[in-house]
């Protein structure tokens, strides 16, 4: 792999574990009934689940900004993005598509579907792809050019893709008036 796809494969994860964490300290409240309404811990453990899973969120991002940490940090992110698609299959295989999936923050309800299992697993494919030891080169002013154009070009992309998952209840509806 070169090594410039290594680098944007770890800023960009680096950025969206850490938009992830500030999503879900913003609204943390929010975020715990969220993770309680999935109904795979306790209610009373919900709380303590919340932070833990900030915290690794947190600690994913740091280990995918260090370059002698860079394994271990897509790892965790492939580890946390197939729990996170386990959770929402789960609930979906129970039927309970009407749950705020808890992936925007507070400001943004969006129920679970098929598009979010899809999602986390391309993502967690990608952290998967990241493992693959980038190739010895020496980077020069133009990789950083392409890697931080890349990693913006990413983000937009990710987060024009949310906004069509969070949205697609209101598109069928649409559709479905005459």
């Known amino acids: 792999m070169d090594p410039v796809v290594a680098l944007v494969l770890r800023a960009a994860g680096a950025a969206l574990f850490l938009a992830a964490v500030l999503h879900k300290l913003r609204g943390f409240a929010d975020f715990r009934v969220a993770l309680a309404d999935y109904r795979l811990v306790p209610w009373w453990a919900s709380g303590i689940a919340a932070a833990g899973l900030v915290l690794a969120e947190c600690t994913t991002a740091a280990l995918l900004l260090s370059p002698l940490a860079r394994p271990f940090g897509f790892a965790a992110a492939f580890g946390l ?20 999936c808890g992936c925007f923050g507070p400001a943004h309800r969006a129920p679970l579907g098929a598009g979010l299992v899809v999602r986390n697993a391309l993502l ?13 080169r020496p980077l020069v002013w133009f990789d950083a050019l392409t890697a931080g154009g890349s990693v913006l070009l990413l983000a937009l992309l990710y987060a024009s893709s949310n906004r069509l998952i969070a949205n697609a209840p209101r598109l069928r509806a649409l559709r479905a008036t005459p």
């Open 81 to 100: 993005l197939g729990l996170y698609g386990a959770a929402i299959a789960v609930n979906l295989l129970r039927g309970r598509r009407d749950i705020d």
């Open 124 to 136: 967690a494919a990608l952290a998967l792809a990241g493992l693959v030891t980038p190739a010895p």
